[in-house]
């Protein structure tokens, strides 16, 4: 295989795998800590079901029993039941109020993003802001986000969970994720230094001397690195959303494998890793995507060219 | 479209307002047999029903499902007849089976529960006489049967007849009551509804328990009244709690009594006089006022100490033992001295070691009493000993504290709470098989085991008041605890709010009389 189409193709393998290789590794770390929830519900010395309970759960042959009990049920849609966080209720049902909602939450955030790369990228948003966006972007995260729960909570009361309230709370948590650990400021800067670059390139200046687009030039050859950039920014989001999430209380993904890892519900630990898993695998195959896409358009021949 | 108009109406003619309120946490649990925490034991309050309770206005025990009740087999069981009409929330009839049902799931092995092994030593069976007459059989004869009947009873058609109830039952998140109000537990709060039925018929149509989140941001927004209530307002914020005329703070027993849990097996604090030193060398008051802020001369304080490990109000408290609301140094020293510990330099050296003092406290006791840990840590070490100080996590100290694994502590500060049963036998007695499995530092002493039974054995009230009062006598000269206090909790609610008659432990066991005027 061509070195220009491996790269593609490892992301297209990674994608593939990762999904499981992450609850694998989240099953290796709960294992090595102590405590297991079996004993925390029914511990031996006040209770006689222990043994009971740990071989309802799979917890009673060791990690890889564990693992490829839960692998086995993941691949039919089979999560089982919480045991600790929201005890009886089915963790793919929990999956399926968190995955959309973080997804929304992370696009959010990622809209801001993409406004500011391409207004940067146009020039549509001018230099002298960037000290602006730095020096939002020296606040944390945490800090917009306990600012902002704090202002639901006074402001809803009682209502702060109501459907209205909870689309504001996406809103400032998206903001947050957006505009806070320089992840807009860092965007727009990156963005605009790449294609600054790329405009001062001969082709580029050749260009625009034969009245093209200078953009129709210049983003075929930045493309690869912009998704890379990007890529790396949602991936910054989604680990940043679990902070978010938990502070503001929204009922993503981040906010499952908080709750499911304090609880020690490992059915829902390794769930709501699994959902992160896939969207960074979503995004590895995005990316891929992009990448082949590119590596077509760049060598294709041109139309209307007379041998 | 029409969907959208049909639920806003909907929500137009929607009859009572929403009763909002703070919980300390949201429940781990809506099963009464997985009940990890006092939130799990007031939310099962509202959603089922328990045979027996104490009234809160007269103290008498009383029931809301039973008619009449009689001693049967020798005094060895109880005959229970059940009212009629009475009904679970998804309408099916509640009866003798209902009660049996849940007398076998307790039994059962397969209920991995803490709590329902504990009733192993209480039930022995259940049988079904007629429809609405149950037989309860116990294992042995009670002098206080009746106050062994305080358990919630489950419904029978939810689990099939299976009584094996495991904790990842649906029920344990949704479950079906008989209770004035029926409940659901989601992420972020438990929503109740009110439920009529023959036996209840609350005032008030909905409730919304939200976890608590930071105090001063609860407290704001009680006064903006975006909740209309907190069952546990910190020590800090209740002086604002109660100047504002839109709010009142009211007294919540929890019937709980802190103490100081002393390691008896280190060589150190073998002696009894060493414990009884560390007594003296502890300044209740000062405790009292530092960390929960009450004053000395402060009238009906929140906080009355305690001499034993029973509250004053409780009929086994003995009056006749005092308690030591000061310290008293040089008594402390001379007891020091009289058990062999030397001082060198201003410390205290057992066998030319010096000692350094292990204390532990549960997390979440800190919020209750900020800076109690460290208060006790600088009064011991203004008596000359060293210390280190750890916060303990809830579930370590379930599963390590309570099972008797924390031999390396030599302190353990902690709150032991009391509902129906005030039976402290598994907190004192040697750990044996099924006895003293509460037992902190695995205290082992004969003539303490030989009151317990004393109590276990007892046919009448006067029994088992004369075991426990010559038991508190003892344990306060012996001393595997420093007994501190107990401390009510105080709830605040809005004026709105009316007739909240606040039961001891269970907090809503009176609740259909509560009114919600907005």
Known sequence: MSARWLRPAVRLGAALVLPFVVPGLITGLIWALPGDPASIICPPELCSGTEALAERWNLDKGPWHFFSSWVSGALTGDFGNSWRLQQGIPVAELLEESIPTTAALVSLGLLLLILGATGAATRWLPAKLDPVLQAVGLVPAVVMAMSAAAALTIGYGVEQYSDQANLLRLGLGALALGLADAALSGTVTGVRGLMESERRQRYVQMAILRGEGTLSNALPNTLPALAGQMRARTLHLLSGAAVVEVVLQINGLGDLLWGGTLAQDFGVVLAASFGFAVLSAALLLLQALVEIGTELHVRRSPGGVVA | MQIALAGALATVVSTGATLAFYEESLPTSMNPLYAQSMVDNRVHELVLDRLYYHSPITNELTSNVTNQWELAEGGKAVRLTLKKGIRWHDGKGFGAKDVCFTVQAMLDEGTTSPIAQKQRAVFAGCEVEKDLVALVRFTKIFHNPRERLGFQVLPEHIFEGNTAIPPDHPFNTRPVGSGPMKGSMGRRGVAFEQVDNAHHEADIDKMILQEAQDPLVQVRTLQNNGVQGIIAVPPPYRPEVAASDELALKSYDLRSWWFVAVNPNKAYLADKRVRQALNQLINRNELRQLSIGVKPDEQNPPCEFISGPFVQSSPYYNRAVEVSPNSDKDAAFALLAQAGLKQVGGRWQYKGQP????????????????????????????????????????????????TGQSDDFDLLVGKWSFGLVEDVNPLFHSRSGDKGNLNIFNYNEKAVDSLLSQFNTARTDTQAQDAYHALHELLASELPYLFLWKLDTKSAWRTEVRSNTITPYYYWTVFDAWKFEP
């Open chain 2, 355 to 402: 000692i350094s003092l292990r204390i532990g406290i549960k997390a979440p006791l800190e919020i209750e009493a900020p800076d109690l840990l460290s208060q006790i840590g600088n009064q011991l070490s203004a008596g000359g000993f060293d210390r280190q100080e750890f916060k303990i996590s809830v579930d370590e100290w379930n599963t390590k504290v309570l």
